[in-house]
Structure formats: C-alpha cells, structure tokens
C-alpha cells in the first residue's frame, strides 16, 4: 500500500512515491540532469535569465513562423513564467511578423461559482496574456481574435479549435505539485483510494474543470496573491493531456522560481528514466514524443540541508 501524502491526506501527490526515488531524485547534480536526455527527451541549460527568457520567447516566435492560410499553425503557452511576454510582442513588431494565420492557445483559466473569472479579475491568465504580449503587438500584425483560443467554462469551442491549427508546441513552466498547467495529481478516493489512476487512464483525459491541490493554492496565492490564499481560487479550466499530446512539441522552462530544487530534479529523472506516475502528472511527459527540459543554471540549486 502506497504511504499517505505528508501533505494532504486525501489526495496523490508525489509525497506518496517510493522513498528510493525521491531521494534518488535528492541526489542529483546538474551534470547528472544532462545526462538524462535520450531520444525524445532532450535537458538545456542557459547561462542567463536574458538567454533563458530570450530562448523561451523565440519559441513562439519560431512556431508562428510556420502559420500560412493552407497550413495554420501555433504555440500553447502558460501564465508562469510571464517574463517572455513582453519578448514576444518585441520580436513580432520588430520582426514585422505577419500573424494572420497564427494561432494561441492558453493553458488555463481560474473557474469561480461555475464560470471563467473575467478578464476584469485581478488573477485573469486571459487578462495577463492580453496586457503582457497581445496587447502590445502592432494592430497591423496582431493575429485574428479568433485565433486566439482562451479556455471558457463551456469548452465546446475551446476543444474544437485544437483541429483548426497545429499546435507546433506546448510551453509551460512546472508547478510546486508537478504539474503543467493544471493537471493536478487527483483526489484519493473512490476507485484511486489505494492507487492512484494509471498513467493510460491520466493520458485520457480533456480540457476539462479541476479541482486544485492544496500545495497548487498555497503556491499560487505565494506567487500572485501575497500570500492571501482565501482569494486564491480552488477550481480551475486547464489544457488536458489529450491536448497536450496533440502538440508536437513540449517544452518546460524551469527559471527556479515556480518550483523548487528537488521538484525540478524529481519530474527530470521520472522522464528521463521513463517512470510515468500520475501522483506525479509532469512525469506522464515521458510517454510524449517530444519533450524539452529547459533550465536556468542559476536556478537549478541544491537539495542540501541547511538552516538560513
């Protein structure tokens, strides 16, 4: 039988994994991360936040590139890291990039009482997309606003518009739970009381309502809320991993900010060792075809003990 969670109780999460792993996972230094790439599972490191960002930013550029009216095409992108935005809308009037035929999908949006939190919000992810890049490209350049694709309560169009475009890649950073966008780990309970749902059972899953982690709403209300975390809603709309695996390429960018040294090393050795565990819903990422690890050297750290 699995151990409880030394965090919540009641739900998975990657407290409940094997003591050998986590602290196989402990162990690791940067060298060792490099070496777990293998075929479809590539670890980068950047020297600086300048580099890191500038490289994350590129991304949309470089997949926006390949958009044309026969063959439209796009990037799924996160809030958190928010730090490329502004990059991006740079480099696309700079650039002159013509986004007529290019297409945006956000990851995810807060739910509250049944309905997506409004642009108005203060915690708005479709607020903070618009004000950080959309906003801030030429008029002229700016791709159609039904190109942009945010998730709303009924996602009947949201689900669609994955077959309008390619998605040449999903970007995201990695959660405090393991998590990209909000996949959380699920609930104890039910038929996942004593095990938690395969990793084929995981992987079936769509754009769909969540339930948030308790580790998901303290970090949250630490990173965007200043800690308040009543306001800090507990249910959210999140890309699924059906959508995910619709992507042909996913790339995690790891600033050391949204995660801390250990996660980072954890859900790194559970991909490049190929241990799907749905307690841990980043390291389903090993089944994927594709998947890139993107590091900041200076936020990689250390999982030694010591009082500060």
């Given at each position: 039988?699995?151990?409880?969670?030394?965090?919540?109780?009641?739900?998975?999460?990657?407290?409940?994994?094997?003591?050998?792993?986590?602290?196989?996972?402990?162990?690791?230094?940067?060298?060792?991360?490099?070496?777990?790439?293998?075929?479809?599972?590539?670890?980068?490191?950047?020297?600086?936040?300048?580099?890191?960002?500038?490289?994350?930013?590129?991304?949309?550029?470089?997949?926006?590139?390949?958009?044309?009216?026969?063959?439209?095409?796009?990037?799924?992108?996160?809030?958190?890291?928010?730090?490329?935005?502004?990059?991006?809308?740079?480099?696309?009037?700079?650039?002159?990039?013509?986004?007529?035929?290019?297409?945006?999908?956000?990851?995810?949006?807060?739910?509250?009482?049944?309905?997506?939190?409004?642009?108005?919000?203060?915690?708005?992810?479709?607020?903070?997309?618009?004000?950080?890049?959309?906003?801030?490209?030429?008029?002229?350049?700016?791709?159609?606003?039904?190109?942009?694709?945010?998730?709303?309560?009924?996602?009947?169009?949201?689900?669609?518009?994955?077959?309008?475009?390619?998605?040449?890649?999903?970007?995201?950073?990695?959660?405090?739970?393991?998590?990209?966008?909000?996949?959380?780990?699920?609930?104890?309970?039910?038929?996942?009381?004593?095990?938690?749902?395969?990793?084929?059972?995981?992987?079936?899953?769509?754009?769909?309502?969540?339930?948030?982690?308790?580790?998901?709403?303290?970090?949250?209300?630490?990173?965007?809320?200043?800690?308040?975390?009543?306001?800090?809603?507990?249910?959210?709309?999140?890309?699924?991993?059906?959508?995910?695996?619709?992507?042909?390429?996913?790339?995690?960018?790891?600033?050391?900010?949204?995660?801390?040294?250990?996660?980072?090393?954890?859900?790194?050795?559970?991909?490049?060792?190929?241990?799907?565990?749905?307690?841990?819903?980043?390291?389903?990422?090993?089944?994927?075809?594709?998947?890139?690890?993107?590091?900041?050297?200076?936020g990689i750290g250390t999982c030694e003990a010591e009082?500060?």
């Amino acid at each position: 039988m699995r151990p409880l969670s030394k965090v919540a109780p009641d739900w998975w999460d990657y407290t409940t994994l094997d003591r050998e792993i986590l602290d196989d996972a402990a162990r690791l230094t940067p060298e060792d991360l490099l070496a777990l790439s293998r075929p479809g599972f590539q670890v980068v490191f950047y020297d600086t936040l300048e580099d890191f960002y500038l490289a994350e930013a590129l991304e949309y550029v470089t997949a926006w590139r390949q958009a044309t009216e026969a063959t439209p095409a796009g990037i799924c992108g996160p809030i958190g890291p928010t730090e490329q935005l502004p990059l991006v809308a740079r480099l696309v009037n700079v650039l002159e990039l013509d986004l007529r035929h290019a297409h945006f999908w956000a990851m995810d949006e807060w739910i509250v009482e049944g309905q997506e939190v409004p642009v108005s919000h203060p915690l708005s992810f479709e607020r903070a997309n618009r004000a950080l890049c959309f906003d801030r490209i030429q008029p002229h350049l700016r791709m159609p606003e039904e190109n942009l694709h945010f998730p709303k309560a009924d996602l009947t169009s949201y689900k669609a518009s994955w077959e309008q475009a390619r998605c040449v890649v999903m970007q995201g950073g990695q959660g405090e739970v393991k998590h990209w966008a909000f996949n959380d780990p699920p609930k104890r309970r039910a038929s996942y009381r004593e095990t938690p749902p395969s990793p084929a059972e995981y992987r079936e899953l769509t754009a769909r309502v969540v339930d948030l982690h308790p580790i998901t709403l303290i970090q949250n209300a630490r990173t965007s809320g200043g800690g308040v975390v009543q306001n800090v809603p507990s249910q959210a709309l999140t890309v699924g991993p059906v959508e995910t695996w619709k992507a042909e390429k996913v790339s995690i960018w790891h600033a050391g900010a949204h995660d801390n040294p250990f996660g980072m090393r954890l859900t790194t050795l559970m991909i490049g060792k190929q241990v799907p565990d749905s307690a841990v819903p980043m390291s389903l990422l090993a089944d994927h075809p594709d998947v890139q690890f993107n590091f900041y050297r200076g936020g990689i750290g250390t999982c030694e003990a010591e009082m500060h």
